[in-house]
Nanobody, 119 residues
Framework: QLQLAESGGGLVQPGGSLRLSCAAS????????ISWFRQAPGKEREGVSC????????NYADSVKGRFTMSRDTAKNTVYLQMNNLKPEDTAVYYC????????????WGQGTQVTVSS
């Protein structure tokens, strides 16, 4: 069964850091484009970052450039989102998603992990 499982969320003060993990099972992350999305209460879901299947290309939303870094460990079949200098507006549920079929759409999603940035 193909699954994604996020972890690493929590409560952090402004300026702090968190590292989110997204562990895949049932398929190889290295064969799929993977993205992180987030959704804050009352707001639409937005893309945060993505990495190509080859791992050669990584892109970020303007709102997180310079603060967030996406990476992957193919041996662990896991992708990460290192989040530094967190701001209250980063508060959201963060999801990872995979384009397993290579169709350009995300066909598998994790359950999400809550990130709260507050003093």
């Amino acid at each position: 069964q193909l699954q994604l499982a996020e972890s690493g969320g929590g409560l952090v003060q402004p300026g702090g850091s968190l590292r989110l993990s997204c562990a895949a099972s049932g398929f190889a992350l290295s064969a799929s484009a993977i993205s992180w999305f987030r959704q804050a209460p009352g707001k639409e879901r937005e893309g945060v970052s993505c990495i190509s299947g080859s791992g050669a290309n990584t892109n970020y939303a303007d709102s997180v450039k310079g603060r967030f870094t996406m990476s992957r460990d193919t041996a662990k079949n896991t992708v990460y989102l290192q989040m530094n200098n967190l701001k209250p507006e980063d508060t959201a549920v963060y999801y990872c998603a995979a384009d397993v079929a290579g169709s350009g759409t995300y066909d598998y999603w994790g359950q999400g992990t809550q990130v709260t940035v507050s003093s």
